[in-house]
């Protein structure tokens, strides 16, 4: 009968992100943004539940059975992490594994600009990673995470749900919190970690009111905080910020992000034409002294014309790095088209 590890070797091997296992079709592979179905055969109710049951403990199927949801990490000897979730769908016990490289890859590697290394180097402040789920946003925060380890003596506390790359400390000390197993959620977590002697502080995501309320503090306090939120750009990314808490709420809010924000790196991955794979297209704000201002005073929608602006400083927008994609043949103009915010100001630009 058809096991797991063969399903997560044939992952491995096809160099897919993804492999969902679901109820009446063969495993799929998500293989450059695309789904591939396999060649074996259609899955029953029960071939799924065999599957994703073989790798769950007697703690993990008991919360699984009770929440009916169930988030989690594994590793198998010989092969890269996977992070899996497990749910139910019209009453069968389907899953999607999200592979995760053993190595981590550098920025260049990536093609992560250099301008982000300005925020690795800064000495406190919030510095987001925003995007939808599946552009790499972990991979892109375990690299800047690494270089830390690498370069300096600090005391890491990463805040993960669940944790997918594992670190090995270098130069730094890491420690690694999964929700759930090691804390009870990320405010629990975030409540007490300023008094693990943290000079970096890492949250997996910024999911919630909660969340949001207790990371701000912390990077308010002298903290290099890095955080990611699914959200398409920077303007989007603090507009979100902001519309979370309450309106009685919003203007200090304002207050506090405005002084804490360090800049925020919005990322995409998208299909190449130039050859297979897909390629990195990135939007950079920084929060220089009129970014601030914005925030301060509520005007958010000014901030993409001083993005726009700003390239003296290393900014710019999203719509700007697909023109250069485009330009240089990397992307198509119908992908580029697909994803640009302003399509007027793309074809002018």
Do not use: W
């Not at 690498?150 to 929700?179: A, L």
């Not at 000079?199 to 995501?205: A, D, L, Q, R």
């Not at 005073?297 to 000014?302: K, M, P, R, S, T």
């Amino acid at each position: 009968m058809l096991n797991i590890n063969t399903l997560l070797k044939l992952t491995m091997e096809k160099g897919a992100s993804d492999l969902h296992i679901t109820v009446d079709s063969p495993p799929i592979l998500r293989i450059d943004g695309k789904l591939y179905l396999t060649d074996f055969p259609a899955l029953a109710s029960e071939d799924t539940k065999f599957l994703i049951y073989s790798i769950l403990n007697d703690d993990q199927k008991a919360v699984f059975e009770r929440d009916k949801e169930l988030d989690f990490s594994c590793a198998v000897s010989g092969m890269d992490r996977f992070r899996v979730n497990v749910h139910y769908q019209r009453g069968n016990i389907e899953a999607a594994f999200r592979r995760v490289p053993e190595k981590i890859p550098s920025f260049e590697e990536l093609g992560i600009p250099k301008i982000a290394y300005d925020f690795i180097r800064k000495p406190n402040g919030l510095v987001l990673l925003t995007g939808p789920t599946g552009m790499g946003k972990s991979t892109t925060l375990a690299t800047m995470i690494d270089i830390i380890n690498t370069e300096r003596q600090e005391m890491i506390v990463s805040i993960e749900d669940p944790i997918e790359f594992v670190h090995v400390n270098k130069k730094s000390i890491i420690k690694q919190r999964e929700v759930y197993a090691d804390t009870h959620s990320f405010p629990e977590a975030l409540k007490r970690v300023l008094r693990q002697d943290p000079n970096v502080i890492i949250v997996g995501e910024m999911r919630d009111l909660e969340t949001i309320s207790t990371t701000l503090p912390a990077a308010e306090t002298g903290h290099l905080v890095f955080a990611t939120l699914h959200t398409p750009d920077a303007p989007q990314t603090v507009q979100r910020i902001i519309d979370v808490f309450p309106p009685h709420q919003q203007k200090q809010v304002r207050v506090q992000l405005a002084d804490s924000l360090q800049g925020v790196l919005s990322q995409l991955l998208l299909p190449r034409q130039d050859k297979e794979g897909r390629v990195l297209a990135t939007e950079v704000m920084i929060a220089t002294s009129g970014i601030r201002n914005l925030i301060r005073e509520g005007e958010i929608a000014q901030i993409p014309s001083l993005i726009q602006m700003g390239a003296q400083y290393g900014m710019y927008t999203m719509d700007r790095c697909l023109k250069d994609l485009y330009r240089k043949g990397i992307i198509s103009k119908e992908v580029a088209l697909n994803k640009v915010r302003n399509i007027v100001e793309f074809e002018n630009l």
